[in-house]
């Protein structure tokens, strides 16, 4: 990556309208906000996200995921556009999860994910996902913010993923053959505010590059392997224990999220 390309991509949607891609100007693109200021208040975060994960209230880790128009027990709002996830360690039995490796349910805990999928096309060729976190990093803790396909998978990028300690993994998978491409960042202190980024851009008729950053700062490039023309999910959740470890806090687990943004150019 050249030093130009790093400081166009570090530029956002501002450095987009001004700045150029190489040597073709960026005047072809119009820029586009899709999703931004959704945790203002309820009917903000309604219109722009849906509670729990897209195919209901279970995945990989021992917690399922509780939360409605109607239930804030596990997912709400604070003051000043804050979304906040909390786990709950349970004392019954609950059964298992339903998704794969079928974990004995141990919290109820709360997901979202946004209405608007994430497509790269021609006419959809870069988009940015990005937001602000105070992330759990203690064992049994498994907060993340990502992408994954919608129709099929792959494809998958995780934004923010940690697990159970303070390493940040950024992560894309491609396919069985090309597997996973890993960004491990060590954070300091990953319950305070810190900010995560993704920039993906259509390098190809099949593929995308995804750029990642923390803090503002440009910590690695994937390749997106037939990325290109396939929709995914974003979403924001808090699983628990999993590949975070075991056994998880006793106590009530909280993941806080702000300033999540979604945009991207129109051709």
């Not at 996830?85 to 919290?107: F, M, Q, V």
């Not at 805990?109 to 608007?116: E, L, P, V």
């Not at 053959?177 to 960004?183: A, D, F, L």
């Not at 999910?233 to 699983?239: D, P, R, S």
Request: aromatic residues 14%; proline residues 4%; hydrophobic residues 35%.
């Amino acid at each position: 990556m050249t030093h130009n390309r790093r400081a166009f991509l570090a530029a956002g949607c501002g450095g987009l309208l001004g700045a150029a891609i190489g040597t073709q100007p960026a005047a072809a693109a119009t820029w586009e906000t899709v999703i931004s200021g959704s945790f203002a208040n309820y009917s903000t975060l309604q219109a722009a996200w849906n509670y729990r994960y897209p195919w209901g209230s279970d995945h990989n880790g021992s917690a399922r995921m509780y939360a409605s128009a109607s239930d804030h027990n596990h997912v709400y709002l604070e003051s000043n556009g804050v979304l906040v996830l909390k786990a709950t360690r349970i004392s019954w039995n609950e059964g298992n999860s339903s998704h794969d490796p079928y974990l004995p349910i141990r919290y109820h805990s709360g997901a979202i994910h946004a209405r608007q999928h994430v497509t790269v096309t021609d006419q959809f060729p870069n988009w940015e996902v990005k937001g602000e976190f105070q992330a759990p990093s203690a064992r049994g803790t498994w907060p993340a913010f990502w992408l994954t396909g919608a129709t099929s998978w792959p494809p998958e990028s995780d934004i923010l993923e940690y697990k159970g300690d303070a390493r940040n993994w950024f992560n894309t998978y491609r396919n069985a053959i090309g597997g996973w491409s890993n960004t491990i960042v060590n954070v300091s202190n990953p319950g305070a505010w810190h900010g995560y980024r993704a920039w993906i851009t259509k390098v190809n008729a099949t593929d995308v590059d995804i750029h990642y950053y923390l803090d503002g700062n440009w910590v690695g490039q994937h390749r997106g392997a037939n990325f290109a023309g396939k929709p995914m999910w974003i979403i924001i959740n808090l699983q628990m224990e999993g590949s975070s470890g075991a056994s998880g806090p006793s106590t009530d687990t909280y993941y806080r999220a702000r300033n999540v943004y979604v945009g991207r150019t129109r051709a």
